[in-house]
Nanobody, 128 residues
Framework: QVQLVESGGGSVQAGGSLRLSCAAS????????MGWFRQAPGKERVGVAV????????SYAESVKGRFTISQDNARKTLYLQMDSLKPEDTATYYC?????????????????????WGKGTPITISS
């Protein structure tokens, strides 16, 4: 059974940085698509950044471009999200997701429609 466990969440002041990690386990072949999504209180879950492990292609939400960076370790077992210049509007629960896809679904399709496996999320609060 695929398991995704997020870590690194917390509370910081605006302008600060956080680094999220997502440890993946429970499958024989590493997924070829992983991403971060977030859900703010009272809002729908939306894509933040998605990473295609096959070619390194990425998709980012416009609101985080230039501030957030998604990356993955060489074993494709851990996904990271470096978050800099954090803003109060970044406050949300952040979820890691993963899956296996063909036909160019990753990263753009995965960003818009999601992936198959999800972590339980890690909350982040940015104070002004």
């Amino acid at each position: 059974q695929v398991q995704l466990v997020e870590s690194g969440g917390g509370s910081v002041q605006a302008g600060g940085s956080l680094r999220l990690s997502c440890a993946a386990s429970g499958y024989t072949y590493s997924s070829n698509c992983m991403g971060w999504f977030r859900q703010a209180p009272g809002k729908e879950r939306v894509g933040v950044a998605v990473f295609d492990s096959e070619d390194g292609a990425t998709s980012y939400a416009e609101s985080v471009k230039g501030r957030f960076t998604i990356s993955q370790d060489n074993a494709r077992k851990t996904l990271y999200l470096q978050m800099d210049s954090l803003k109060p509007e970044d406050t949300a629960t952040y979820y890691c997701a993963a899956g296996w896809y063909g036909d160019n679904y990753c990263p753009s399709g995965a960003f818009d429609y999601g992936l198959d496996y999800w972590g339980k999320g890690t909350p982040i609060t940015i104070s002004s």
